[in-house]
């Protein structure tokens, strides 16, 4: 997000706006915890993962009167316009800002689950894949070491992105996602050939998975297959951190001078996006309405690949 909140600075700054951050998210706006950001306040922050300005969820904004006290302080720091730094949350809250104040908002999507509808990129999601590969290539050796199993267990609660392409880029075996059911019957024919073959296995798992948690399958299938050895790994919050990779660092640039332009064009309550490599403009509504699918083509390339 660092990358985004320099870009947006520099290029207001360019434009002659004045820029404001709002520390803590919608609970600073809340609070009136804002401050003047300059050009040297975003110098060297392009390279340092999370925000600068910080993050908090906040109840209060979902309440009508919340939203009210958040107007009265952009009213009293004199903000007339808010670039929106997030996923779903943020966007719905600041789609039904927008309508009650006639205020423009400007989403940039921020999610390393990269499930927003309008966008083939959200800012993280890059760099969240590169560390599962590096985490899993590490856990890899291991596994090849001992002949063992390992189920890895990546983000994606609702959706099967991180652990799709992911899984697709490290030469995963087996790859489990909310998005299809009934994966354990193929999962267990792969596993019974590679115990033939006494060779190890990597299986990845997004952790809203219809059969459970990567620790509750394994578990399952170490019954089943008691002459080998099965483990799991939990990745966590270390996919949410880092250096930001080029390619996120680059594209969040872009969506930073996307959504400035957006403002000065008169656009409000919409998400500047990228697809086929070009800005768009998505309005807020539909990006928290409507689905993202997962690629089945990349369904497709898995299935041929394992």
Avoid: W
């Amino acid at each position: 997000m660092n990358a985004a909140i320099r870009s947006v600075t520099r290029a207001a700054i360019n434009h002659e706006l004045e820029v404001m951050g709002i520390m803590h998210g919608y609970q600073g706006m809340i609070d009136g915890d804002i401050r003047k950001l300059t050009s040297r306040d975003v110098s060297g922050i392009i390279q340092r993962g999370g925000t600068i300005l910080k993050t908090a969820r906040c109840e209060e904004f979902k309440t009508r009167e919340g939203r009210k006290k958040a107007y009265d302080q952009l009213e009293k720091a004199g903000i007339d316009a808010v670039i929106v730094i997030g996923g779903d949350g943020s966007f719905t809250g600041a789609s039904l800002m927008s309508k009650e104040y006639d205020i423009p908002f400007v989403g940039i999507p921020g999610t390393i689950d990269n499930d927003l509808y309008g966008t083939e990129y959200t800012i993280g999601y890059d760099t969240a894949l590169n560390t599962i590969v590096t985490a899993v290539d590490k856990i890899r050796d291991t596994a090849s070491s001992l002949n063992r199993v390992f189920f890895v267990e990546v983000m994606g609660k609702e959706a099967g992105f991180v652990a799709m392409q992911s899984g697709i880029a490290c030469g995963a075996k087996g790859i489990l996602i909310p998005e299809v059911k009934g994966q354990l019957d193929k999962l267990r024919q792969i596993l019974t050939k590679r115990v033939k073959e006494k060779r190890s296995t990597i299986i990845l798992v997004a952790e809203g998975e219809d059969e459970g948690r990567a620790i509750d399958i394994a578990a399952k299938f170490q019954k089943e297959f008691t002459g080998i050895d099965i483990r799991t790994t939990i990745l966590g919050h270390i996919q949410r951190g880092g250096s930001p990779s080029a390619v996120d660092r680059f594209n969040a640039s872009r969506l930073g001078v996307g959504a400035v332009e957006a403002l000065l064009d008169d656009q409000k309550s919409i998400m500047v996006g990228l697809m086929q490599n070009e800005i768009v403009h998505v309005p807020l509504n539909k990006t928290v309405k409507l689905h993202k699918d997962i690629d089945r083509d990349l369904m497709n390339i898995a299935d041929i690949l394992i």
